[in-house]
């Protein structure tokens, strides 16, 4: 289940692990196909462009690793959530 993903469209997501050891196929934003297998572990992963690049079972950990992925491929990133600053629409984070 994705719990957040990059605004600017490129493929940065964090996932919810709650189907653990499934394999999914999935679209790519640039129209390709990818296939992943959930981890047997952690609560939470980083998937980008198509590959699991960070596990763990803290949300703050993995949100971390987010935001330098996506400064990684902009400089217009929204940072960690901060609620009093941001909303979420299509689970991406937007400004109020």
């Known amino acids: ?30 129209g390709t196909y990818a296939t992943i297998t959930y981890p047997n572990s952690k609560e939470y992963f980083l998937l980008v462009d198509g590959e699991i690049v ?10 971390e690793e ?6 990684k491929k902009t400089s217009h990133g929204h940072g960690r959530i901060d609620l009093s600053k941001h909303k979420l629409i299509n689970n991406k984070v937007v400004n109020k």
């Not at 289940?1 to 999914?24: A, E, F, P, W």
């Not at 960070?54 to 949100?63: L, W």
Request: aromatic letters at 8%; charged letters at 25%.
């Open 54 to 63: 960070k596990q763990s079972n803290s949300f703050k950990v993995i949100e």
């Open 1 to 30: 289940m994705i719990i957040r993903q990059c605004s600017h469209d490129y493929d940065i997501t964090i996932h919810l692990n709650n189907k653990k050891g499934i394999v999914k196929t999935f679209s790519l934003v640039d």
């Open 66 to 71: 987010y935001v330098k992925e996506v400064a």
